[in-house]
């Protein structure tokens, strides 16, 4: 009897009662897929500024981002995800702005609901400025000392300017020049140096347009010098042996030269030489001059492209008799 009344009470409104476990058990699952759970991202943090104005202050490279969302959509979320960004284009005049931080969703994570992004701060406090353009040339600054008897003879840069964009300010306020240091200690040949650009303007704000290197091309050569050595004694060929010559005019030459090579250079006997075999009998000739240098050297100068000569009859030498036996 008990049984049967049981039986009855559990069908009695069954249809109600079915209705009522399936509310339940909706509602259940409802509640649990609303249960939203925290998490923070560290994104990066860009600016939009493609007009007239630009930042003329630093701003922070990445910012803190609250995501709320269930704990499945939580747990498959990645910091590339999310990017951030104020737009400055949306000003016209210079000043100080509270600009709005909005965040880009990636595809995939538009797709995900409820999600609820909110960025840490909400505004940045931004001062903006008229966009100015420079060109700036670039010089060398040499140190120190090439090594002796050479020199520094040239030099060329490429490029030899760059063009710097930012804000007025900081445009205004940079090196009128880019100062590039070339060491020359211990140089004695050309040689090639590349320099980064972006180390020597370190200013964030300052954007450089071009080349990212500089190549500084020094032409180190050996010092020239011109020296003049006087009172040079001319060397007398072919001269027919029964002859002998007494020089004239005196004779002084010009010479140049590296340094190293010039400085240890002194005429030998056959450095000045006078072709005597169209001499055939005594009196006094003028006769060309030949300058024999060694290589290296470079005759600048004569004092005289002739020389003035006196030619007598050489001394007989007459053979020893030996005394009688």
Same mark, same amino acid.
């Given at each position: 009897m008990k049984k049967i009344q049981l039986i009855e009470k559990i069908t009695h409104n069954w249809q109600i009662k079915i209705v009522c476990l399936i509310i339940s058990v909706l509602l259940y699952f409802t509640y649990q897929g609303n249960i939203m759970e925290t998490r923070i991202f560290s994104v990066p943090l860009s600016v939009v500024a493609n007009r007239d104005?630009?930042?003329?202050?630093?701003?922070?490279?990445?910012?803190?981002? =609250?995501?709320?969302?269930?704990k499945d959509i939580i747990d498959t979320l990645q910091t590339g995800d999310f990017s951030a960004y104020i @737009?400055? @284009?949306?000003?016209?005049?210079?000043?100080? &702005?509270? /600009?709005?931080?909005?965040?880009?969703? $990636?595809?995939?994570?538009?797709? %995900?609901?409820? +999600?609820? =992004?909110?960025?840490?701060?909400?505004? /940045? *406090?931004?001062?903006?400025?008229?966009?100015? #353009?420079?060109?700036?040339?670039?010089?060398?600054? %040499?140190?120190?000392?090439?090594?002796? !008897? %050479?020199? =520094?003879? !040239? &030099?060329?840069?490429s490029p030899d300017q760059i063009t710097i964009t930012g804000p007025k300010t900081a445009v205004e306020n940079s090196s009128a020049t880019l100062s590039i240091v070339l060491p020359l200690a211990n140089k004695n040949a050309p040689f090639t140096q590349t320099t980064q650009i972006k180390p020597l303007i370190p200013n964030d704000l300052i954007n450089i347009s071009g080349a990212s290197s500089v190549y500084?091309? #020094?032409? /180190?050569?050996?010092?020239?010098?011109?020296?003049? %050595?006087s009172g040079v004694t001319a060397n007398f060929v072919s001269l027919n042996p029964y002859f002998q010559v007494k020089q004239l005019s005196n004779l002084s030459i010009t010479v140049s030269g590296a340094q190293n090579t010039l400085k240890n250079y002194k005429p030998s006997q056959y450095t000045a030489?006078?072709?005597?075999?169209?001499?055939?009998?005594? !009196?006094? &000739? $003028?006769?060309?001059?030949?300058?024999?240098?060694?290589? !290296?050297? *470079? +005759? =600048? $100068?004569?004092?005289?492209? &002739?020389?003035?000569?006196s030619v007598e009859p050489a001394p007989v030498i007459l053979p020893e008799v030996s005394g009688a036996q």
């Amino acid at each position: 009897m008990k049984k049967i009344q049981l039986i009855e009470k559990i069908t009695h409104n069954w249809q109600i009662k079915i209705v009522c476990l399936i509310i339940s058990v909706l509602l259940y699952f409802t509640y649990q897929g609303n249960i939203m759970e925290t998490r923070i991202f560290s994104v990066p943090l860009s600016v939009v500024a493609n007009r007239d104005l630009v930042p003329a202050q630093k701003t922070p490279k990445t910012i803190r981002i =609250v995501v709320k969302a269930s704990k499945d959509i939580i747990d498959t979320l990645q910091t590339g995800d999310f990017s951030a960004y104020i @737009d400055a @284009d949306q000003y016209l005049q210079k000043g100080i &702005y509270s /600009i709005p931080i909005q965040i880009n969703l $990636s595809q995939r994570a538009q797709l %995900f609901e409820p +999600l609820q =992004v909110d960025p840490k701060p909400k505004v /940045i *406090t931004m001062l903006l400025e008229e966009r100015t #353009v420079r060109d700036i040339p670039i010089k060398p600054i %040499f140190t120190g000392e090439v090594d002796e !008897g %050479f020199e =520094v003879t !040239g &030099y060329s840069c490429s490029p030899d300017q760059i063009t710097i964009t930012g804000p007025k300010t900081a445009v205004e306020n940079s090196s009128a020049t880019l100062s590039i240091v070339l060491p020359l200690a211990n140089k004695n040949a050309p040689f090639t140096q590349t320099t980064q650009i972006k180390p020597l303007i370190p200013n964030d704000l300052i954007n450089i347009s071009g080349a990212s290197s500089v190549y500084m091309n #020094v032409n /180190i050569l050996p010092k020239q010098l011109s020296k003049t %050595f006087s009172g040079v004694t001319a060397n007398f060929v072919s001269l027919n042996p029964y002859f002998q010559v007494k020089q004239l005019s005196n004779l002084s030459i010009t010479v140049s030269g590296a340094q190293n090579t010039l400085k240890n250079y002194k005429p030998s006997q056959y450095t000045a030489q006078v072709d005597c075999s169209s001499i055939e009998t005594e !009196g006094e &000739y $003028s006769l060309p001059v030949s300058i024999h240098l060694p290589d !290296g050297l *470079t +005759l =600048v $100068s004569i004092s005289a492209d &002739y020389i003035n000569i006196s030619v007598e009859p050489a001394p007989v030498i007459l053979p020893e008799v030996s005394g009688a036996q």
